[in-house]
């Protein structure tokens, strides 16, 4: 009698176990662990970027998320993505609240963990079909493709692949671009989860990562081209965070004086002239069309030096708006072709249902005028090199960085600003982004910042040079300037449309293997 009563009351959970193989929710010793996986996943992955800079951490980051998630609804999937999110995002651009609050960084946060939130609902299904690190893999770069265009078009930071932007796997991302370097990071994570299950075909995965690493070194990084002398003027400003807009004649001044500098170098012999010379974003916040002083002070330096220069504007207009620019400025024939931004930061350079969110806070008042939209693609020709040229965030977006390397640009430009973010790891993230574009479009890319992180890049993502922040510096080296294209410019955003849609394929799969 004893026997059967104890047999029949296991048998309940015995039954339990048999559908999915799980142990029933109500067995679980602690049914928070779920919860501290994904928060210690997304913290993780945020040491996968600078300031921590450790890209290895991507694997385990995406694996631990990924065993949280199997076996769970999706519906509590939902909630363990919003949790990682959360806990990626809110170190990882804390820089945020430096010029906007606290409950900017807070919004931000929310929003691209929503995403995640997506991310987390999915995996917990997907996870049922055969072949699942495929389909989570595929997943994570659906998620990132939703999230580098929506709203505002889109915010791509914390991408898996900008995490790789000193990796052995970086040489992938000139195979297809970001999207296929995120892919790989995601599917090698998901044969790591799939290890943990099955620890006996440890060495499986451990060829497979091994794979991985071989095809990237495989790669070729070309890096020679005809060279031509660049110089990078990082000039500094007067003082740390936003307000430093309030000097912006000593702005202007900084940067005058250092090309002035490198002018008197080159005169005195200590210093071979440059080709060209690149100005950062916001070197002039005074438009020299409007405001003769800066122009003469702007039109003096350029003659001083003697070559043409690629200056950082902000100018008025167009109607009661406000452009960012890059404006080539001839030493002869003073300034002509230019480059508008064409990408503004929402709620930075311009402020979105702007009577609707004054409602809610004040700050909306530290952007008084929005920046206008430019609409042609930034290849410039300055001095005798055609170059792309890209406005601080816009190196993170796929397509305004390949449209100038397509447009005819041999070297590209990166033309930032970053004082308003003072020492946070907001300049190092986006220098890393800055590498990983080198490599993938096969170019030298210059960065030019008013305040700093700026470097000189070689095509296999090397920093050839830098300047520390808040330092004035001049940058001056001879750099190759390219004209053949790697594959990841020739395809696009190809791989990226590919893979996300056998994500949605692999998610159909494993809703059928459930259904039946």
């Not at 290890?195 to 990237?216: F, H, M, N, W």
């Amino acid at each position: 009698m004893e026997s059967r009563a104890a047999l029949s009351l296991q048998q309940p959970a015995e039954r339990a176990l048999t559908p999915s193989g799980e142990p029933p929710r109500r067995l679980s010793p602690f049914r928070g662990w779920r919860h501290l996986g994904a928060v210690a996943s997304g913290l993780l992955l945020y040491a996968a970027f600078p300031p921590a800079d450790l890209p290895w951490l991507a694997l385990p980051a995406v694996a631990l998320l990924t065993l949280v998630c199997r076996g769970a609804t999706a519906r509590t999937g939902a909630a363990l993505g919003l949790l990682h999110g959360l806990a990626l995002f809110l170190p990882l651009v804390e820089w945020t609240a430096a010029n906007a609050g606290i409950g900017a960084l807070l919004a931000l946060a929310l929003l691209q963990a929503a995403f995640f939130a997506l991310l987390g609902a999915a995996l917990a299904v997907v996870v049922r079909a055969p072949g699942w690190p495929l389909w989570t893999a595929a997943l994570w770069v659906g998620q990132e493709a939703l999230r580098d265009r929506i709203p505002f078009g889109g915010f791509p930071w914390g991408r898996l692949a900008f995490s790789q932007g000193d990796s052995l796997l970086t040489p992938l991302v000139a195979l297809g671009g970001a999207p296929l370097l995120t892919f790989v990071v995601a599917l090698l994570a998901g044969a790591v989860a799939w290890s943990v299950l099955q620890l006996v075909r440890l060495p499986v995965v451990l060829g497979a990562v091994a794979l991985a690493l071989g095809a990237a070194a495989l790669v070729p990084v070309p890096t020679g081209g005809d060279t031509v002398r660049v110089a990078v003027v990082q000039g500094n400003v007067p003082r740390l965070g936003l307000d430093f807009n309030a000097q912006r004649a000593a702005v202007l001044s900084n940067h005058v004086q250092a090309t002035r500098e490198l002018a008197a170098d080159v005169r005195a012999g200590r210093q071979e002239a440059p080709d060209l010379v690149v100005w950062p974003e916001n070197a002039s916040d005074l438009d020299p069309f409007t405001d003769r002083d800066a122009y003469d002070v702007i039109d003096a330096a350029v003659k001083d030096v003697g070559v043409p220069v690629l200056v950082g504007a902000v100018l008025e207009g167009p109607g009661d708006q406000v452009s960012n620019a890059g404006i080539v400025w001839d030493p002869q024939s003073g300034p002509g072709r230019r480059y508008v931004k064409r990408h503004p930061v929402p709620f930075g350079e311009y402020i979105p249902y702007r009577s609707l969110v004054r409602k809610v806070t004040s700050k909306v008042d530290l952007v008084p005028r929005d920046f206008a939209k430019g609409d042609e693609v930034g290849v410039l020709d300055v001095g005798p090199v055609r170059l792309g040229d890209v406005i601080c965030f816009e190196v993170a977006y796929d397509d305004l960085v390949r449209d100038v390397v397509t447009g005819g640009g041999r070297l590209i430009v990166v033309q930032t600003n970053n004082a308003s973010f003072g020492r946070s790891a907001e300049t190092e993230q986006q220098l890393a982004m800055s590498r990983l574009r080198a490599v993938e479009h096969g170019r030298t890319v210059l960065v030019a910042a008013t305040s700093g992180i700026s470097a000189v890049i070689a095509p296999d993502g090397k920093v050839v040079d830098d300047a520390p922040v808040f330092t004035r510096k001049v940058l001056v080296h001879d750099v190759p300037v390219r004209d053949g294209s790697t594959l990841a410019t020739r395809v696009g955003a190809w791989p990226e449309a590919a893979l996300a849609l056998a994500g949605l394929v692999g998610l159909g799969l494993a809703r059928r293997r459930s259904a039946a």
